[in-house]
């Protein structure tokens, strides 16, 4: 009875921070609300029309009829947005939760990670077949130049799963909240555009934040740190590479953002088997004939729930679906809204995330790694803010010289 208790109360405080952070976003997301009468769109439109299109980002909404009463295009728009980023948490919070446990429970970092890329894949083929998503066409020299992204997926994905699952959730995450900092110094390198003074001054309170939190987080360990780092490169270079991917001629090669995401989780998931094999041997692709397997059925999780071959599954399934639909979500929230507000609401997730790890799964933070983190998260934040800034400087001055 005790145990239910927990169990519910626990629950109980994971759907109230959920809805927080929901809330949250609905009230960011209000910042970049439209003003105005959109130019490009109707007055009206129908509330069928609404419902048919809810799934489709756009920048504005018409009013919507209602037939008893019209609802304002501005609160269609906030209702829409505002459910693309509910979803982006829902998702990254199941995901979270559930590859933590199978990590914690089968310690099996490289087969969780093949699981994050591999699970989705009958789904993203389905979206082509199907034709609901038309797939990606490329030519030879294209998929050559894919390579670079996709390894650095794989490595970023790889690394995160290490660093999750060799200490604290929470604290694993303040490492990954340094992300920013390392795409900001490869964009400058790869592309030869850099940034301004300020934006770079910016990246201090991140590092220092990290610096301070690390010196006194009781479970820091230098594979934890190690493995962050590797993830954190590995993401930052395959979103600089993403981005020149992104600017081929999208009505023929059909890589918009998902689709984008969607070719790197499938190239991820070939790149990954042969590491699997080598690191963790051929029972982790078969992970039931794995001697990790038959040691944890029996055990009782941080909860005190039996591990059963069902609770397994379950974890790995449902850690893999979770990471392809919270990333489907995120792209479907960036369409809709500035790179300001999307920042704003990635390190609002971190948070909730290091909030939710905390409540979940018991890992305690002293005051100063607590402060460290704040510190961090909030250097985050700051940089988003003023890169957002100086971009819309630079475009303001482009359009300028062009007038």
Known sequence: MVTSSLRFGKSARVALL??????????????????????????????????????????????????AFVIPGKIGWAAKTSFYFGLWYFFNIFYNVANKKALNALNLPWMQSLACVGVGTPYIGLLWLLGIQAAPKLTSTQFNALAPSIACHSAGNVGGNIAFGSGALGFAHVLKSMEPAF???????????????????????????????????????????????????????????SKEIMSWDRSVTKMDGPNTFRVLQVGSTLLTIPFVLAVEGWRALFPWT???????????????????????????????????????????????????????????????????????????????????????????????????????QAKAAASARKN
């Not at 230098?222 to 979103?239: E, I, K, T």
């Not at 040691?295 to 941080?302: M, P």
């Not at 018991?362 to 998260?377: D, H, R």
């Open 290 to 392: 794995h001697p990790n397997w038959k040691a944890a059925i029996g055990k009782l999780d941080h909860a005190g729930q039996m591990i059963t071959p069902a609770y397994l599954w379950s974890q790995i399934i449902l850690s893999g679906l979770a990471f392809q639909l919270y990333y489907e979500a995120s792209y479907l929230a960036l369409d809709a809204v500035t790179p300001i507000t999307y920042s704003v609401g990635n390190n609002i997730k971190r948070i909730v995330i290091v909030i939710t790890s905390v409540i979940v799964f018991g890992q305690k933070m002293n005051t100063q790694s607590i402060i460290g983190s704040g510190i961090a998260l909030g250097g985050v934040f700051a940089y988003s803010m003023i890169s957002d800034y100086f971009a819309n």
């Open 183 to 241: 795409t900001a110094i490869f964009s400058g390198v790869i592309t030869g555009k850099w940034k301004s003074l300020y934006e770079y001054a910016a990246l201090l309170p991140i590092m220092g934040g990290v610096a301070y939190a690390s010196a006194s987080e009781l479970n820091f360990n230098m594979l934890q740190f190690v493995s962050a780092m590797v993830s954190n490169v590995g993401f930052s270079l395959r979103s600089v590479w």
């Open 18 to 67: 959920l809805l927080v952070g929901i809330s949250l976003l609905a009230s960011t997301a209000a910042i970049d609300a439209p003003g105005g009468k959109p130019s490009s769109k109707p007055k009206k439109q129908t509330l069928g029309n609404y419902a048919k299109l809810f799934l489709r980002p756009s920048k504005s909404e018409a009013d919507i009829d209602a037939y």
